[in-house]
């Protein structure tokens, strides 16, 4: 299977811990998007890489919040202290390049509980 | 800026019957449009999707979806409804312009439940 796949699946930590979370993309892939879903909600956006460059983060980027792509090919979701609030599925997508209407391929996401 | 409303949040229908899953956008530009579906502690599948072309958009697993500029709609519907549909559907649009292209806002979603 070539899709975008996450590790882990589930995390479980104590409030205050920090948490970091991993996105492989499809390899050809140039575009990674994190986003953020929690109960009873459609997926927000986080940031978005083009390459190894972090182009745009979103309000709810918080600073303790912070992603990377080091070789523009795998990317990393960090959390420090983590709080209650944080506990929500964190999806990964990627797409190629190009202007138009590519479609982004999700990963089967990270369930964060924060206890 | 870009925003979609998805009308009922949950929808049943049973098995056999249309289902019709209600989608209104709002955008600066012309917008393209998609449907994902998730199931279950799994991650979004792309059912089909709207960049302008033919405006009746045929997907994956029968499902079909019709652009409506005037009425700013992307309706979901499948003719007729199998137990395997049941899961939750996102509409979605693309921000198609600027640092954040390519960008997906999300509706809130909604749950199907086909019933036998």
């Known amino acids: 299977d070539t899709g975008v796949s996450q590790d882990p699946r589930h995390k479980i930590t104590k409030r205050g811990q920090n948490v970091t979370f991993r996105c492989d993309p499809i390899s050809e892939h140039n575009r990674l998007y994190w986003y953020r879903q929690t109960l009873g909600q459609g997926p927000e956006f986080l940031t978005y890489f083009q390459n190894e460059a972090q182009l745009e983060k979103s309000r709810l980027l918080s600073d303790r919040f912070s992603a990377e792509r080091p070789k523009g090919s795998f990317s990393t979701l960090e959390i420090q202290r983590t709080e209650q609030g944080d506990s929500a599925m964190y999806l990964c997508?990627?797409?190629?390049?190009?202007?138009?209407?590519?479609?982004?391929?999700f990963g089967p996401g990270t369930r964060l509980t924060v206890l | 800026a870009q925003s979609v409303t998805q009308l009922g949040s949950h929808v049943s229908v049973s098995e056999g019957a249309l289902v019709l899953l209600r989608c209104n956008y709002s955008?600066?530009?012309?917008?393209?449009l998609f449907w994902y579906v998730q199931y279950p502690n799994q991650g979004l599948q792309l059912l089909l999707k709207y960049t302008s072309a033919a405006t009746l958009v045929k997907g994956i697993n029968g499902f079909e979806a019709e652009f409506k500029k005037s009425e700013t709609s992307f309706h979901l519907t499948k003719p007729s409804a199998h137990m395997s549909d049941a899961a939750e559907y996102f509409c979605a649009v693309s921000d198609n312009r600027g640092s954040t292209l390519g960008r997906l806002y999300f509706g809130r979603g909604t749950q199907l439940t086909v019933w036998p």
């Open positions: 955008s600066s530009v012309p917008p393209y």
């Open positions: 997508a990627s797409r190629l390049r190009g202007g138009g209407p590519d479609t982004q391929y």
